[in-house]
């Protein structure tokens, strides 16, 4: 079992910034990938950005090309998403996912809300 717990998110201007953190505990050493996914209320969850635990290059979706950064610390089994230029159509709930050989774990989720 791989236990997530996420934080970073709240309520923020347009133009502004956030970090999510996830971090991972209990048997980490079968991660394989992290990934950001999110869902805005009425739609389906959407990816956002994976890197692999080995590190490499990351992968994004093409709406936050430029603007949000996947990093993860190997030490700490921790995983961030740095997300710059914030805009309304960025509100949703952000879920991490570690993936597995086996199983995905995804965290609680954390509430991020753009204002204009």
């Known amino acids: 079992q791989v236990q997530l717990v996420e934080s970073g998110g709240g309520l923020v201007q347009a133009g502004g910034s956030l970090r999510l953190s996830c971090a991972a505990s209990g048997r980490t050493f079968v991660i394989r990938a992290m990934a950001w996914f999110r869902q805005a209320p009425g739609k389906e969850r959407e990816f956002v950005a994976s890197?692999?635990?080995?590190?490499?290059?990351?992968v994004y979706a093409d709406f936050v090309k430029d603007r949000f950064t996947i990093s993860r610390d190997y030490n700490n089994f921790t995983t961030f998403l740095q997300m710059n230029s914030l805009k309304a159509e960025d509100t949703a709930v952000y879920y991490c996912?570690?993936?597995?050989?086996?199983?995905?774990?995804w965290g609680q989720g954390t509430q991020v809300t753009v204002s204009t």
């Open positions: 890197i692999a635990w080995t590190g490499g290059t990351p």
């Open positions: 996912k570690f993936i597995t050989p086996t199983t995905p774990y």
